[in-house]
């Protein structure tokens, strides 16, 4: 009879352990505050306008060609302008001829 010990290693993380969750950003792991964006993880401070560098994770963003973006500059680089006032146009719109409008800016352009 052959009596050997094997000697098997052993994980170094508790069987409890998460594995560490890295920022899309910067590629550090994420300690303390983590913004989850889609299955993206961010430090709060990295989560940032690819344009602009302004501070995303306390206001409203939009997300172009997996880009992360202020609104200021997604409008800047996205937005439709209105043909009456040259304002960009958000939310309720009027389109005609292939040109849009703001509602209160669609009038007759001969009686205005």
Known sequence: MVNEKVAHPQDPRQPTEKPAIHCFKCGDPCKGQVLRVQARHFHLKCFTCKVCGCDLAKGGFFMKNSDYLCTLDYQRLYGTRCQGCGE?????????????YHPQCFVCSICK
């Open 88 to 100: 960009f146009v958000e939310g309720e719109v009027v389109t005609a001829l292939g040109k849009t």
